[in-house]
């Protein structure tokens, strides 16, 4: 019986006044007064701030229900509560909570009763409950460190600060029966040449030792059933092995199709569904061969002064993705709640970010440990999507109690019930302990934030639940730190700081050089900020708040750094103007501002490709928001709409990019090719003169580069290109598609160029035509639709056609 929908909310405003409201289930205190008009709209301009007083009250919410015959073994369940509470049934209690991350489930046998019932779950402040424990270090408010709760609304320098109750989740009676199916486990054992071996366990619950069968049934992808069998029920697990010939494997965004198998379970009294697909998934962590490229490239890397703290290994090794044998190139990013309130987020807001993450290329993303466990929905797209998912789990940048008993166990309920929940799903690459807890740890110490977590709280539970999946006890991890940038995986998110050092202590017009240093074995947290499209900025904000002198709403947008020398207003300002110049009014600060995460993008995601296996991974911090941000970190903003930097990473994921290189007074040009055909075109290396609007040199070349390989294919005197008011592009054509990159010596600003708008000189249902009147190096459209293409650069002249989607 669900017990979703209507609900009574009773507590007090913010003068003390009682409060009793008709709401809905799932939704919480906050998104409850908002509907009902106590409070103006969260998200636009600051009202924000003058709705603090709501976490320090107390909550209740209450319905009645009818049941016509209770039986025995009466259950109420909640998916979601949000986090101190006691759970009341007709007066009596029958449970409390103080984890938002797990369900409960509650024994009601002689409390529930036939004909009318009232539930009552009363909440109690998150904040008033950890006042009196004492403080921990950490980033941005520390009182969150207490609380088993999402972490990022106590607020984070991208999300303002939301800390509410409510039940998140559905909440339902249930009447349980003996043998039911309580979890399953179905996983690739392995692929042989001639069949894949799946192995399935099964667990039941109540056991009753009586004549009662379990069906097995699995069903390929085309609905033929494939395996069909029926066991008798003789303890509380069984396991099967199924060998499936001419398997269907699965494989991630690009590299192959995403086939999904069924498998059907029924007992008298339940049945369960799970899809599955066949799939092997392994990272390399080879050595680097004493004396090769990649040994010497990390030397080089450990002896730069901008990676010198953070790297202490005396070797390197790879950190390389394969999926049934084949290297993934894994492009993505970090994925945070696409809302504040859990209970506001749906499967149509999830489906539309994922699809555009798709479309994008995109075919990692990991699910950032200061948010929680996502809704079914996100998991499911990313198996039919091929998005592959790395999960951390739920703590972020601070150090946890994990000395105390109660945060060990809530951790192990925490692992338990997220292995259970997600480890059937192909999409799943891996387990993470934490975000950034680790970050200075390494294999050979224990005496840093994060190391009880993970090896008492997450990794035993592992073993014993989802023993096939890799599990690493932070991000990023490997090597010694676990944040360096030659082993394992890497934050560069880590080094942010010394990045707008460097745009504040230099004139910065080398950025082309500084941002294609920042690569790494597998960067799972590649930085860029950047504005989204005004259309979108007009949500939130008034055109004087985008465009005049006061910007005290874009800062409040934005929030501060976390305790750094600056703030990420302030850096990104000097950022743009260090990269693009000085802003002539503010419809020019706000395009430099856009311009800024597209340039980012494509220099940092250009410098991952061209080191190809090198570095295997660049995951961007972020793939989403989770409330309007204006300078902020997502590639899709909070509308589910494509920021400017959406394009930019759309156009460096295509399978085949080429990239421009200055080395040792030498151009290099590169081919990336991620793509399962091996790409032969040709490219045109060319000089322009921005003044005088024509091509000074030009250099043709013909190219072929092997299936999933990068190669640099021609090398030219970089003296022969180099002149006064010159950018250096690239125009490539070949059986995988066209592309075009460009290179300035000393950065866009050394130009001295006006950053114009192309002309829209028509358009139709299909496609709009863009003209351009001078070099503009980042076109951006604002337009409703979401195009083939943009963020692109253009030539005097040009006109080019680009198709919506």
């Given at each position: 019986?669900?017990?979703?929908?209507?609900?009574?909310?009773?507590?007090?405003?913010?003068?003390?006044?009682?409060?009793?409201?008709?709401?809905?289930?799932?939704?919480?205190?906050?998104?409850?007064?908002?509907?009902?008009?106590?409070?103006?709209?969260?998200?636009?301009?600051?009202?924000?701030?003058?709705?603090?007083?709501?976490?320090?009250?107390?909550?209740?919410?209450?319905?009645?229900?009818?049941?016509?015959?209770?039986?025995?073994?009466?259950?109420?369940?909640?998916?979601?509560?949000?986090?101190?509470?006691?759970?009341?049934?007709?007066?009596?209690?029958?449970?409390?909570?103080?984890?938002?991350?797990?369900?409960?489930?509650?024994?009601?046998?002689?409390?529930?009763?036939?004909?009318?019932?009232?539930?009552?779950?009363?909440?109690?402040?998150?904040?008033?409950?950890?006042?009196?424990?004492?403080?921990?270090?950490?980033?941005?408010?520390?009182?969150?460190?207490?609380?088993?709760?999402?972490?990022?609304?106590?607020?984070?320098?991208?999300?303002?600060?939301?800390?509410?109750?409510?039940?998140?989740?559905?909440?339902?009676?249930?009447?349980?029966?003996?043998?039911?199916?309580?979890?399953?486990?179905?996983?690739?054992?392995?692929?042989?040449?001639?069949?894949?071996?799946?192995?399935?366990?099964?667990?039941?619950?109540?056991?009753?030792?009586?004549?009662?069968?379990?069906?097995?049934?699995?069903?390929?992808?085309?609905?033929?059933?494939?395996?069909?069998?029926?066991?008798?029920?003789?303890?509380?697990?069984?396991?099967?092995?199924?060998?499936?010939?001419?398997?269907?494997?699965?494989?991630?965004?690009?590299?192959?199709?995403?086939?999904?198998?069924?498998?059907?379970?029924?007992?008298?009294?339940?049945?369960?569904?799970?899809?599955?697909?066949?799939?092997?998934?392994?990272?390399?962590?080879?050595?680097?061969?004493?004396?090769?490229?990649?040994?010497?490239?990390?030397?080089?890397?450990?002896?730069?002064?901008?990676?010198?703290?953070?790297?202490?290994?005396?070797?390197?090794?790879?950190?390389?993705?394969?999926?049934?044998?084949?290297?993934?190139?894994?492009?993505?990013g970090n994925w945070v709640p696409c809302e504040p309130f859990p209970?506001?987020?749906?499967?149509?807001?999830?489906?539309?970010?994922?699809?555009?993450?798709?479309?994008?290329?995109?075919?990692?993303?990991?699910?950032?440990?200061?948010?929680?466990?996502?809704?079914?929905?996100?998991?499911?797209?990313?198996?039919?999507?091929?998005?592959?998912?790395?999960?951390?789990?739920?703590?972020?940048?601070?150090?946890?109690?994990?000395?105390?008993?109660?945060?060990?166990?809530?951790?192990?309920?925490?692992?338990?019930?997220?292995?259970?929940?997600?480890?059937?799903?192909?999409?799943?690459?891996?387990?993470?302990?934490?975000?950034?807890?680790?970050?200075?740890?390494?294999?050979?110490?224990?005496?840093?934030?994060?190391?009880?977590?993970?090896?008492?709280?997450?990794?035993?539970?592992?073993?014993?639940?989802?023993?096939?999946?890799?599990?690493?006890?932070?991000?990023?991890?490997?090597?010694?730190?676990?944040?360096?940038?030659?082993?394992?995986?890497?934050?560069?998110?880590?080094?942010?700081?010394?990045?707008?050092?460097?745009?504040?202590?230099?004139?910065?017009?080398?950025?082309?050089?500084?941002?294609?240093?920042?690569?790494?074995?597998?960067?799972?947290?590649?930085?860029?900020?950047?504005?989204?499209?005004?259309?979108?900025?007009?949500?939130?904000?008034?055109?004087?708040?985008?465009?005049?002198?006061?910007?005290?709403?874009?800062?409040?947008?934005?929030?501060?750094?976390?305790?750094?020398?600056?703030?990420?207003?302030?850096?990104?300002?000097?950022?743009?103007?260090?990269?693009?110049?000085?802003?002539?009014?503010?419809?020019?600060?706000?395009?430099?501002?856009?311009?800024?995460?597209?340039?980012?993008?494509?220099?940092?995601?250009?410098?991952?490709?061209?080191?190809?296996?090198?570095?295997?991974?660049?995951?961007?911090?972020?793939?989403?928001?989770?409330?309007?941000?204006?300078?902020?970190?997502?590639?899709?903003?909070?509308?589910?709409?494509?920021?400017?930097?959406?394009?930019?990473?759309?156009?460096?994921?295509?399978?085949?990019?080429?990239?421009?290189?200055?080395?040792?007074?030498?151009?290099?040009?590169?081919?990336?090719?991620?793509?399962?055909?091996?790409?032969?075109?040709?490219?045109?290396?060319?000089?322009?003169?921005?003044?005088?609007?024509?091509?000074?040199?030009?250099?043709?070349?013909?190219?072929?580069?092997?299936?999933?390989?990068?190669?640099?294919?021609?090398?030219?005197?970089?003296?022969?290109?180099?002149?006064?008011?010159?950018?250096?592009?690239?125009?490539?054509?070949?059986?995988?598609?066209?592309?075009?990159?460009?290179?300035?010596?000393?950065?866009?600003?050394?130009?001295?160029?006006?950053?114009?708008?192309?002309?829209?000189?028509?358009?139709?249902?299909?496609?709009?035509t863009v003209k351009a009147e001078s070099f503009i190096p980042v076109?951006?459209?604002?337009?409703?639709?979401?195009?083939?293409?943009?963020?692109?650069?253009?030539?005097?002249?040009?006109?080019?056609?680009?198709?919506?989607?």
């Open positions: 019986m669900q017990l979703n929908g209507s609900w009574i909310l009773k507590g007090t405003d913010e003068k003390g006044s009682p409060i009793t409201l008709p709401v809905t289930v799932p939704g919480c205190v906050h998104t409850d007064l908002w509907e009902h008009g106590y409070i103006k709209d969260l998200y636009y301009r600051d009202n924000s701030k003058y709705y603090g007083w709501i976490e320090d009250r107390n909550f209740t919410y209450e319905r009645t229900f009818l049941v016509e015959q209770a039986e025995k073994h009466a259950y109420l369940e909640f998916d979601g509560l949000d986090t101190y509470c006691d759970i009341f049934l007709n007066g009596v209690k029958v449970g409390e909570a103080e984890n938002m991350f797990i369900p409960y489930a509650f024994p009601v046998d002689g409390v529930l009763k036939n004909g009318e019932n009232t539930l009552r779950v009363e909440f109690r402040s998150p904040i008033a409950e950890v006042a009196d424990r004492p403080p921990l270090p950490g980033v941005f408010t520390t009182e969150r460190l207490h609380t088993r709760r999402m972490q990022c609304t106590y607020g984070w320098d991208w999300v303002d600060r939301f800390v509410t109750q409510g039940i998140f989740r559905d909440v339902r009676l249930t009447f349980r029966k003996p043998n039911e199916i309580d979890n399953v486990y179905v996983f690739t054992k392995r692929i042989t040449p001639y069949a894949a071996q799946v192995k399935i366990e099964i667990a039941f619950r109540d056991v009753v030792k009586e004549q009662e069968a379990v069906s097995m049934e699995i069903f390929a992808p085309d609905g033929a059933c494939v395996f069909s069998k029926t066991r008798m029920i003789l303890k509380e697990d069984m396991d099967e092995s199924v060998d499936v010939v001419n398997p269907q494997l699965w494989f991630p965004n690009g590299y192959g199709e995403q086939p999904l198998y069924k498998l059907v379970l029924k007992t008298k009294h339940s049945e369960k569904e799970v899809m599955f697909g066949i799939r092997e998934i392994t990272v390399l962590q080879i050595e680097d061969t004493p004396g090769s490229e990649e040994e010497m490239l990390c030397k080089t890397l450990r002896e730069d002064p901008f990676f010198c703290g953070r790297d202490r290994n005396e070797s390197g090794a790879c950190f390389t993705v394969l999926v049934n044998g084949v290297k993934i190139m894994c492009k993505g209970s506001a987020e749906t499967p149509e807001k999830i489906k539309t970010i994922l699809s555009l993450a798709k479309n994008a290329g995109m075919n990692m993303i990991r699910i950032w440990g200061g948010g929680i466990f996502e809704q079914d929905a996100l998991y499911e797209l990313c198996d039919r999507f091929g998005i592959l998912v790395t999960q951390d789990f739920l703590m972020a940048c601070g150090q946890y109690p994990e000395k105390e008993e109660w945060f060990i166990k809530a951790l192990n309920e925490e692992a338990k019930y997220a292995a259970l929940r997600l480890r059937n799903h192909p999409c799943l690459a891996w387990w993470t302990g934490d975000n950034e807890n680790g970050e200075l740890g390494s294999e050979n110490k224990t005496d840093f934030m994060g190391y009880l977590a993970a090896t008492y709280g997450a990794e035993p539970v592992l073993k014993q639940y989802d023993r096939e999946r890799y599990f690493f006890p932070s991000s990023p991890y490997g090597g010694d730190y676990y944040s360096s940038i030659t082993r394992g995986t890497t934050h560069n998110t880590n080094f942010q700081s010394m990045v707008y050092d460097e745009a504040f202590d230099t004139d910065f017009k080398h950025y082309p050089e500084f941002f294609s240093k920042m690569f790494a074995r597998f960067s799972v947290e590649q930085m860029c900020l950047g504005l989204p499209f005004v259309s979108s900025l007009l949500n939130f904000m008034t055109e004087e708040d985008i465009y005049g002198p006061d910007t005290t709403i874009s800062e409040y947008h934005m929030r501060d750094g976390g305790g750094k020398r600056y703030t990420l207003f302030e850096a990104a300002n000097q950022m743009a103007k260090q990269m693009f110049g000085d802003y002539t009014d503010g419809k020019d600060g706000v395009k430099k501002q856009q311009m800024l995460q597209t340039e980012w993008i494509r220099l940092t995601l250009e410098t991952h490709r061209r080191h190809k296996w090198f570095s295997s991974g660049i995951v961007y911090w972020m793939v989403n928001d989770c409330w309007p941000a204006a300078n902020g970190w997502s590639i899709i903003d909070y509308y589910a709409k494509p920021k400017p930097a959406y394009y930019a990473f759309q156009r460096g994921a295509k399978p085949l990019v080429s990239s421009l290189e200055r080395k040792n007074e030498k151009l290099l040009l590169h081919i990336s090719n991620d793509g399962l055909l091996a790409a032969s075109g040709s490219a045109t290396v060319f000089a322009y003169d921005v003044k005088r609007k024509t091509k000074t040199v030009e250099k043709e070349i013909a190219f072929s580069v092997d299936a999933n390989e990068t190669a640099a294919v021609a090398e030219f005197d970089f003296s022969e290109f180099d002149r006064e008011n010159t950018v250096i592009l690239c125009d490539m054509a070949s059986n995988l598609g066209e592309d075009r990159t460009f290179y300035v010596k000393d950065g866009l600003r050394s130009l001295g160029i006006t950053y114009e708008d192309a002309e829209i000189v028509a358009e139709d249902q299909e496609s709009i076109v951006l459209l604002d337009v409703p639709e979401i195009l083939e293409e943009n963020c692109f650069p253009m030539l005097a002249g040009e006109t080019k056609r680009i198709m919506k989607r």
